[in-house]
């Protein structure tokens, strides 16, 4: 893996990564609509131990939420690893580099760059997410800011973004995976996965181009919660293949029968991530499902997790 940073970033999931850790794992969470820690506290108990970073959504789908590297501060003062997100819809590039300061300041060595959802308000998209990417790695590698004025004690940090191997044009998804880390990513965040078919012919591909040897690959996770959740994901969310036999599954049980069948599908799915060569590690999205995340650890055997200091 050809991923090494010229600065020695020391976030625990850059070294869960490299070192070869059980599983490495990362888990979604999105900061509460209000000003309460204890919110952000309470979810945080069920993930601290079980997975090695969480990461802090941007006002994921136009939702205002308390500011990721907020919710991100509350997250290491309860013992645990943020992924701090930034989306270029909201902010231009002075005020993206001043937050990237301040976070990395205050000891985040993680962030994912994202394009962001489209909302009713104005976006503002000064840059996108891979001049977003690159700029994150000048500051870190280069120390320079994007007007290249010199950084005064250069940030650390493990630059991270998205991918989606289910979107159209699908024959450009490799494409688009390879312009990410020519910009710089040093890992990538996989779409919700369900087909399986699909993905691993964009797993091979993307191991016949020699990507997965130039950034690590962790492939997403969502359990169901519901046969509802499956139909709209189907229907109603775009980018997003989930083939019938998922809802299938899910079909004829009472709601606890239906949610253990949906984490039982995402165990087996996570079984099959650990097996297949270019994907390192497990994205999971437990969306307001915080509370299964040790049950679904225990379950796929990857415990204990792998700690650094």
Excluded at 29 to 36: I, K, N, Q, S
Excluded at 259 to 288: N, P, S, T
Aim: glycine share 8%; net charge negative.
């Amino acid at each position: 893996m050809s991923t090494e940073t010229n600065n020695n970033c020391h976030s625990n999931l850059e070294k869960v990564l490299k070192g070869g850790g059980i599983l490495p794992s990362l888990v979604s969470w999105a900061p509460p609509r209000g000003t309460d820690p204890a919110e952000v506290k309470e979810k945080a108990k069920f993930l601290k131990g079980n997975v090695d970073s969480v990461n802090i959504t941007d006002n994921q789908t136009a939702v205002v939420r308390m500011s990721s590297w907020a919710a991100s501060l509350l997250i290491l003062e309860e013992g645990l690893e943020p992924n701090y997100q930034m989306v270029c819809r909201d902010r231009n590039r002075l005020a993206m580099q001043v937050d990237i300061l301040g976070g990395a300041a205050m000891g985040i060595k993680n962030m994912l760059c994202l394009s962001g959802d489209h909302p009713d308000a104005k976006g503002v998209f000064d840059i996108d997410s891979i001049q977003l990417i690159a700029m994150v790695k000048q500051m870190r590698d280069d120390g320079l800011f994007l007007s290249g004025g010199e950084i005064e004690h250069p940030l650390k940090m493990f630059i991270g973004t998205a991918s989606n191997p289910f979107a159209e044009p699908y024959e450009w998804r490799v494409n688009g995976l390879a312009k990410k880390i020519e910009a710089g990513a040093d890992f990538i965040q996989t779409q919700c996965i369900y087909n399986m078919d699909r993905f691993r012919e964009f797993i091979h591909v993307a191991n016949e181009e020699g990507l997965t040897d130039q950034i690590y690959i962790l492939s997403g996770d969502t359990p169901m919660k519901s046969i509802g959740m499956a139909r709209y994901m189907k229907t109603k969310v775009p980018g997003m293949d989930v083939p019938d036999e998922i809802i299938d599954r899910l079909k004829g049980g009472d709601k606890k029968k239906v949610a253990d069948e949906g984490i039982k599908i995402g165990c087996e799915q996570i079984e099959e991530f650990r097996e297949l060569e270019g994907v390192h590690g497990v994205y999971m999205m437990a969306i307001e499902w915080e509370h299964k995340v040790p049950e679904i650890a225990e379950q796929v055997k990857v415990l204990p997790r792998t700690v650094f200091d």
